[in-house]
């Protein structure tokens, strides 16, 4: 399942830190604005809005490799109002749009702060649309509210540690790179024994995920826990002690990009359906 699953694992790493360091441009604006003008704040977090959108685009790219006949995607649309996949690509759509007006009010002096608002806003839909697809699914290990938890802790956890390394020295980043970072490894790390004890109780294909957990996938697991436990207590070193060495921060965004995708990784590599178990 893994092998054919790529293409997917790949839209929602990409879509998730598009939206989390969008999130996270938001909130270093809102602190700007309240402390400068707007005007400064639009021009401090430029390079990690274009980012943003560059990695939409990217996602968006991707998510065609996964379909059968890419040139029919626009029929998904249709069912918009009870697929959850199509309320994924609307979204997705909406947050390009919403970006992409936003760069345009920007490139023109204007502000655009309520714009960027609503496309962070599209940035959290389009999240929760994705763990709904998989949470709505036939498989124990994806639907779970883990799977939600885990979606938006990697939003967090990519959203601000990219942001800290695009941009390290501007005022206000360190705490909301920090703050969103912790919040979402506490949720993700905190979370998971919860989800081990359900897939444990759960139906027979739940524990052949953990099966697979415990077994062939051990290793990746304790990695993974490993990576997270470590940017967890590098993200708050850096936090408090304002320490802002390119060094430094590249190597945490390195150790938690490898773990958020092992995290992914194994998501798709425990998916066993009902039929299965």
């Known amino acids: 399942m893994l092998h054919a699953e790529w293409p997917l694992a790949l839209f929602t790493l990409l879509g998730q830190a598009a939206a989390g360091i969008y999130l996270a441009v938001v909130l270093v604006r809102e602190i700007l604005a309240r402390r400068s003008d707007a005007g400064q704040a639009i021009k401090a977090t430029v390079l990690p809005s274009l980012v943003a959108g560059g990695l939409m685009i990217a996602a968006a790219i991707v998510s065609f490799l996964h379909l059968g006949s890419p040139l029919g995607a626009y ?56 763990s709904m697809i998989y949470q709505s699914s036939v498989i124990p290990a994806w639907t779970s509210a883990y799977t939600m938890v885990s979606f938006v802790a990697t939003t967090l956890v990519l959203g601000g540690l990219g942001m800290l390394a695009l941009r390290p020295g501007v005022e206000g980043v360190l705490p909301v790179a920090g703050w969103m970072t912790l919040a979402g490894l506490v949720l993700q790390l905190g979370g998971l024994p919860l989800y081990l004890g359900q897939l444990a109780q759960g139906s027979a294909a739940g524990r052949a995920s953990l099966t697979l957990l415990m077994g062939a996938w051990q290793p990746q697991m304790w990695s993974f826990l490993v990576l997270g436990s470590l940017t967890a207590v590098a993200a708050a070193v850096v936090w408090q002690r304002r320490v802002q060495s390119l060094r430094v921060v590249y190597a945490l965004l390195l150790v938690g990009l490898v773990g958020e995708a092992m995290a992914r990784v194994i998501f798709y590599a425990i998916g066993v359906p009902v039929a299965v178990g």
């Open 75 to 130: 029929r998904v649309l249709l069912q918009v109002g009870s697929s959850w996949l199509s309320r994924e690509i609307a979204a997705t759509m909406l947050f390009g749009l919403l970006w992409l007006g936003s760069v345009v009010v920007e490139r023109r002096g204007g502000a655009g702060l309520l714009l960027g608002r609503l496309t962070a806003l599209a940035g959290v839909v389009l999240v929760l649309c994705m």
